[in-house]
Every structure is written in C-alpha cells, then in structure tokens.
C-alpha cells in the first residue's frame, strides 16, 4: 500500500464515538501490506521531518519525501533507512504541475499534504504581502496534488495546516469546535490563502475518489491563554486520520480536526517554564500591546520602501502580535472520539523534550559557561579603539543613534524621496535665502 503525507489544518463536527489506542493502531494495520508514504514538503517543513521520522518507527512504511528544496545529505539517524530503501528522496516543486510531481505519487494509496507555512525550516519563500507566490505557494500547490492523487488513483488525502483557517487573524476564541464557518473578512492574505487550501482537499473527498479530511493545530504566542501542540503529536494525529480514511470510519472524509495537546495554557507560564528550565529568569517587562502594534506597523512601512526586493519573511506583523495579545483555545474533542486521536507527549514532557533539545542554550552548558566576555571580541580588536569603533560596537549609544538617525534621514531625502543631489541643494538654498529674509526683516531688538 503506498500512502503520500501532505499537511494542513482540519476541522470535523462529530457524531461517531470511535477510539483507537497505540496497540490498536498497530493491530489494525498489522495485515496491511507494506505501505509506501510520500511526504511532501518533508525536508522544508519541522512537521513533515516529524511525520517522515514517526512514519520511519513502523516497519511497514516506506517512505517518499517529496520536496522543493535539494536533496539533502543523510542524517545519522536516516542513513540507514536510505541505504534500506525505506526512505527516497524526490526534488519536486510542487507549485508547478509536472510529469515528476505525478511519478512521485503514483502507486501511492494515501498522500499526506504539509503546509509548507507552518514551522517551515527554512525561510519563507514569500512575505505575506507577495500575494502571487503565497498563492503559488499555497493554493497552486494544493490544486497540483490533488490533481495528482486524481490522475494516480490515490486512496487517501491527509491535509495538515493551520487553525488560522477559520480564526480569521482578529479575535478571541475560547473553545473553539469544528462547527465554526469559515470568516468572512480575514486579516491578512496568509490566513485566507491557508483557508483556500484547506477547503480544496475537503471537497476533492469523493466515493469514487480520494477520500480526504484536514487536521489544524495550533503555536501559541502571547501572554494569553494558546493551545499548544507538541510536534509527535501533530505526527501521530496524522498517521490517526490516514487509518480512520483507510478503515472507512464514519464522520471522517471531507472532514476538519482540530489537533491540540488538551491542556490550554497561558503563553508567559509556557515561556516561563522554558527559560527557568534552561536557567535564565521569567520575563518581567510588560510593553502595552498598542505601542508594539504601532512599531509593528511602522516596521512593516519601512521593509516596504527601503526592501523593494523582498526575500523573506517577517517574524514581526500585525497579525501575529494580535495572536499575543488574544485567548485562542479549541475543543480537540471531536479528533479523539472520532479518529481515535489523544496525545502521545503531554505538555509537561513535552516541555521538558523540548528544554533537553536546547541543553546547548542553558544558562549553565559548558557552550555558554566557556565564554569569556571580559576579553574583547574579534570585532573589538579589528576596529581598535578609534571612534568609528565607538559607533559601529554602541560604546556611546547616544552618538551612535544621532549617527544613525542622520543617516536615515539622508536616505529617505535622496533616495526614498527620489529627490536629486542639485534639487536637494537648491531646496537648501531657498530655504538659507529665506531665514537670511527673515533674519533681515525683523527688529534689531529680537
């Protein structure tokens, strides 16, 4: 059986009470034949080199990733399953329907489709103001698979992405469930872009076709209360929903999920633990949330006119400070009565996971403790002592931002303003002429 891994994001209202432990999952498929997976977007994508890795775990898979970027060399952990066969690798740009997009899926039985916007490794390909390659990027790209899994016949369609779909960028949710609609107005492109993605698998599920559902998670930000979802578990609900479409369950294609940890929390108490876990103190600076919003917005304006050619993405937009600043909690209830779904890591281990993975980060690890910051730094002895060393190394932050300042602002006169250096001068004459008139004019008493 040949199954292909795309993600995205999925909702589903429930009716159906079906459960499947760990051991059952397992049992289930134990008569199966062996089953090749195609993984796309699985080099580019954090989630997609964990399905691959939670995919690898069961011998009966045999794994195709396909994706956008160069092949990659082997990891240590992945060396023996290339040397296997059990793994192969496909360089395919999937926002381009090609002859190589078609032969790296055919055969395969189900397709597992991961949004290349989410956790992406990489970065970005397109700023979320480039609307034309977030559409390639996004909708083309979903449209040429499932055009694909048509023309191969393929059996199945797991679609992994986000919960922006339906939240829409602006508001609070509390408990969110798969019932909700679709918004009408979204607050920016990505999220809409990610909406219209998720909506074609779902009605690409046909009878006679593909069946398809979507599964969207959550990251949480902010100092509000965030779903968060460790990344084994977005893995397992995958592999969850390819056996529920496989056994036919009831209340499953065409479907959404949402895929969660079950346990909300508030974003600071989340940082907290993390920091406090590698040995750094719990943040205590609060900036109003209006102030940061307006940074925002004045960042965003000056990428706009100094970067004309935009290459990547920026961390820093309206929408994602909004996420910081409101509650987004979602019933994951429906995923686990319906597709068997419950998290394999709970929060508090998968906390703990993740503060081992960044032991090279704490405060007390023998990379931060080898560094003597009391000798000067590479940059310090290039420069030496001189003043352009002082400004370049913010010796005196006051003159380096005067210096700064200045040069911004003759950046923005000459080039921003697209004014000459000869208009610029005449402009500065005038205006010497004028104060002289006014200077000439007044009492000698002022």
């Not at 307006?294 to 970067?307: D, H, N």
């Not at 950046?411 to 000459?420: A, C, I, Q």
């Amino acid at each position: 059986m040949l199954c292909i891994i795309l993600t995205s994001s999925l909702f589903l209202p429930l009716s159906l009470s079906f459960s499947l432990s760990l051991s059952q999952l397992h049992m289930a498929g134990a008569s199966d034949a062996s089953m090749i997976v195609t993984v796309i977007f699985g080099r580019s994508s954090f989630i997609g080199r964990s399905l691959v890795a939670a995919l690898l775990s069961d011998v009966r898979f045999t794994v195709r990733v396909v994706d956008p970027l160069p092949a990659p060399d082997p990891t240590p952990s992945l060396a023996p399953f290339f040397q296997s066969g059990r793994v192969s690798y496909h360089h395919v740009d999937v926002r381009h329907r090609s002859p190589s997009l078609v032969t790296s899926i055919d055969g395969t039985d189900a397709v597992f489709h991961v949004d290349p916007t989410v956790t992406a490794l990489q970065p970005a390909p397109a700023p979320s103001s480039d609307f034309q390659n977030l559409h390639l990027l996004l909708v083309q790209s979903t449209r040429n698979v499932i055009s694909a899994c048509l023309e191969c016949r393929v059996q199945r369609l797991v679609y992994v992405g986000s919960a922006d779909a339906v939240i829409g960028g602006a508001n609070d949710v509390f408990c969110l469930d798969e019932s909700v609609a679709y918004p009408d107005k979204f607050v920016d492109s990505l999220s809409e872009l990610r909406a219209q993605a998720e909506t074609m698998v779902l009605r690409a599920n046909k009878k006679d076709g593909p069946l398809t559902c979507a599964l969207r998670f959550i990251i949480g930000n902010g100092k509000n209360s965030w779903d968060f979802t460790y990344i084994e578990n977005v893995a397992h609900a995958s592999i969850c929903a390819e056996l529920a479409l496989r056994l036919r369950t009831p209340y499953v294609a065409g479907r959404p999920f949402f895929i969660t940890n079950q346990k909300p929390m508030k974003f600071w108490d989340f940082l907290s633990n993390i920091l406090e876990g590698l040995g750094y103190q719990r943040p205590s600076i609060h900036i109003p949330a209006n102030v940061v919003l307006s940074l925002a917005e004045i960042a965003r304006f000056f990428q706009e006119k100094l970067f004309s050619c935009r290459t990547s993405n920026s961390f820093i937009t309206s929408s994602t400070l909004r996420s910081f600043i409101s509650t987004r909690t979602f019933d994951c209830s429906n995923a686990e009565r319906v597709i068997g779904y419950s998290p394999v890591v709970s929060l508090e281990d998968g906390i703990s996971l993740t503060i081992a993975s960044f032991s090279q980060l704490a405060n007390c690890s023998p990379s931060v403790d080898h560094l003597d910051l009391s000798k000067p730094s590479k940059a310090e002895k290039l420069l030496g002592n001189q003043s352009a060393a002082d400004l370049l190394l913010w010796r005196d932050d006051r003159k380096t931002f005067i210096c700064l300042l200045t040069l911004f602002l003759l950046h923005y006169w000459f080039f921003l303003s697209e004014r000459t250096f000869i208009s610029s001068a005449s402009k500065l004459l005038m205006l010497f002429a004028l104060v002289l008139f006014v200077h000439g004019t007044l009492p000698s008493s002022m």
